[in-house]
């Protein structure tokens, strides 16, 4: 099944990164974003800006560590105590999931999903 692409004209990363098992994608220079132009920072928390939805590009497709750093810039400038900070909060979570079931960590998995559904319900 082919998933919708929200930001079709950017392409994904070589790999999807666990941490450990590849090379870190900033800080090493064998990592798939070393010396990338990075996303620009977040301005203010938006569904419709182009970061909120590269994440969900990233985190539709199992890229889910980079679907996190995607949607913490938002999480981090969205006003404290509105909804929309909490749907950043618990997409980030999800996303902490999705990397320790790749992990292989099944007791961390289930804690990330269980605080990300409580945000999201």
Do not use: C
Request: charged share 20%; aromatic share 12%; hydrophobic share 45%.
């Amino acid at each position: 099944m082919l998933r919708r692409r929200w930001l079709p004209e950017k392409s994904f990363p070589s790999y999807a990164y666990l941490p450990g098992r590849q090379p870190h994608p900033v800080r090493d220079p064998a990592g798939h974003s070393y010396n990338s132009e990075a996303m620009p920072l977040a301005a203010e928390a938006s569904l419709d800006s182009d970061i909120f939805l590269w994440g969900l590009d990233l985190f539709n497709h199992g890229y889910y560590w980079e679907a996190h750093e995607a949607w913490e810039g938002l999480w981090q400038v969205a006003d404290r105590g509105v909804p929309l900070r909490t749907l950043f909060k618990g997409l980030i979570l999800l996303s902490a999931a999705g990397v320790k079931i790749r992990e292989g960590k099944q007791a961390a998995a289930m804690r990330h999903a269980g605080r990300a559904a409580a945000l999201l319900r």
